[in-house]
């Protein structure tokens, strides 16, 4: 099949090309599958700092690694992103992160340090007291994790407190909208408890 793209077209002068939309052939435009990926000729030398980049097309100059942006919607864990500078020292400060390598890392520096990008990654062993909440960790006795569905956008997570007083426990320590004040721009939300203890808010965007 001919390869020709639709959707939306990123072009770098004299190089290369990157899509993000549907594959389609070029003699049935109809018969179209979901695809990313690069077309053309990939360039002769790494991307700088700053530069789009593709884990396997396009790598960074030393020093560097391929980080998703935070508008990334289909490539959150670095295999599409910009070239971003890795640090040579980190603090010591413990903020656990899980990498995009399946691993987990003290803080997200760390991590970047290794040349590992977080945004997006999932999969990891939580730390004991803790919960997965995105690439973080939220502590079961205190936080919940409120995840917003991407719906055609970044998905979102964050742990945020949970205060439970008297005999109330997870979701019944929460009162509405569970999605804050912003709840009016969510067609659906829901509290769910998993059987590790842990506390999760799903908001669901219209």
Known sequence: MKACYRGEVHRFPGRWLFSLGLLVSCENPEAAELDEGWSGTPP??????GEPCESTWIPCVDGAFCDASPESVESPCGEVGVCVAQ???CDESSNPVCGCDGELYANSCEAAKAGV???????CEPPAGTQSCGSSFCALDSEYCEYVIGH?????WRCLPLVCLGALEGCECLSE????????IYGAEYCQETDDGATVVVCVPY
Do not use: K
């Open 87 to 89: 640090p040579l020292a």
């Open 152 to 156: 055609g956008q970044s998905a979102a």
């Open 44 to 49: 002769s030398e790494p991307a700088a700092l």
């Open 117 to 123: 990008g977080t945004r997006g990654a999932q999969g």
């Open 177 to 184: 909208p569970l999605c804050g004040v912003d709840a009016d």
